[in-house]
């Protein structure tokens, strides 16, 4: 008998793969419609990576119903126990059971209004992928009747709907996230990492929308406890303190007829002279929509040439303003990324705004504001509200380009 071949190479004897299908080495597998259960996890492979997912797709929906407060809840970083409570616009009987099943929404209509979506999503389209990997509890209240509606869910099954007491609003609880996915379980970080993660999750949220007061509980812990506000320095103060946010200065406005139009962007950058090489905080925001995109990155930092070293990361927080179809925020799955239709146009707005901020005086080193004198508040648009007005959006202006 020969012995076993440990090395594959040219002219060794490669084992036949073994058919996870059932059919013998070598047939094709039929093809097979999968089940819905299955189908379901797929989907959620999609959509939730870890427990910091679900909470930015929970928030998301909470902001989505114009709440005005967002509590979450976490325990053991969200493995146990996720809760979010809004007081926005709650949902009746019939939409909180369709909000389970797949693909259901009240945003889009037909593909063409893929184009236009101002908002983060709807219910409906993320429930169903937490619910198929999760025990799920949903309550809430539309206020159009007495008592609202619970529904219950595991394993993407629902088990129950009931009359329900409370208050307008929707509370989501995930129980025992990938309870019924142990391979995707295995990949979770430590308690504290996927705590941290839901932390910058919520943050990002937050500062998109900082006219709503957001909780974060973690292990009874609070984490984030930011009150509302119209100033985006004061949520920025909140998070980071005084001192990080009086380094931040904001970008001044710019002709109109300096570009595009319909085009703007808001946000706050950090002076020269209080950047360093270490820990960047960097925020994105597109139409209200958190995004990731390198390329903007590198035209900010082209924005600083000449004014910091190599190496140095400023920190920013940038808010674009787009027109409606030049912008399409359909290209990945968990909405991390954006695709823009004038990408050179963007990236020469967003350099030319971080190069006007640094020409002013109080980019310098020691000058500042002076004392008595406080920034003037700085207004951004939240996801579904109006853009602030250049010529009177409370403080700075937004930049045209």
């Known amino acids: 008998m020969p012995a076993p071949c440990l090395a594959w190479g040219r002219g060794a004897e490669v084992p036949d793969p073994v058919s996870a299908s059932g059919a013998p080495p070598g047939m094709r597998a039929p093809v097979r419609v999968l089940p819905d259960e299955v189908a379901n996890q797929i989907a959620a492979g999609e959509v939730v990576e870890r427990p910091a997912s679900v909470v930015r797709e929970l928030v998301e929906n909470a902001l989505d119903a114009a709440a005005r407060f967002v509590e979450v809840t976490v325990e053991r970083g969200g493995r146990r126990r996720i809760r979010v409570t809004d007081d926005g616009h709650g949902m009746g009987r019939e939409d909180a059971v369709l909000a389970l099943d797949r693909h259901a929404t009240s945003k889009i209509v037909s593909a063409t209004d893929l184009r236009s979506v101002r ?22 209240h539309d206020g159009s009747g007495p008592v609202g509606t619970l529904v219950r869910a595991t394993g993407g099954r629902i088990l129950e709907v009931a009359d329900f007491p409370r208050r307008p609003g929707t509370t989501v609880e995930v129980q025992g996230l990938f309870f019924n996915a142990p391979a995707r379980s295995a990949f979770l970080k430590s308690v504290a990492a996927e705590a941290r993660a839901c932390r910058e999750a919520l943050t990002s949220l937050a500062l998109a929308n900082p006219g ?32 990080a946010a009086a380094t931040l200065l904001a970008l001044p406005s710019a002709p109109a007829s300096d570009g ?70 359909n290209v990945h799955p968990a909405k991390a990324e954006v695709r823009f239709q004038d990408r050179s146009a963007v990236e020469a707005m967003v350099e030319r705004a971080v190069r006007r901020a640094l020409a002013g005086e109080e980019s310098g080193a020691g000058l500042g504001q002076s004392p008595g004198r406080a920034p003037a508040p700085l207004a951004v648009a939240e996801p579904g509200r109006a853009w602030p007005d250049a010529a009177g959006g409370g403080g700075a202006a937004g930049t045209s380009a």
């Open 260 to 329: 595009p139009a319909g085009y703007a962007v808001l946000g706050l950058v950090q002076r020269p002279d209080a950047a360093g090489p270490g820990l960047r905080r960097g925020h994105l925001f597109v139409n209200g929509r958190p995004f990731r995109d390198a390329g903007v990155q590198a035209a900010l930092d082209r924005g600083y040439r000449t004014t910091i070293p190599q190496g140095v990361r400023p920190w920013y927080l940038l808010f674009l303003h787009m027109p409606e179809g030049t912008v399409d925020v």
């Open 212 to 243: 709503v007061r957001v909780l974060l509980v973690s292990d009874d812990r609070p984490l984030l406890d930011l009150p509302a506000t119209s100033d985006l320095r004061e949520r920025v103060a909140r998070l980071w303190g005084d001192e």
């Open 119 to 140: 908002s983060f999503g709807f219910r409906g389209e993320a429930l169903p992928s937490i619910a198929a990997v999760s025990r799920l509890r949903v309550e809430t």
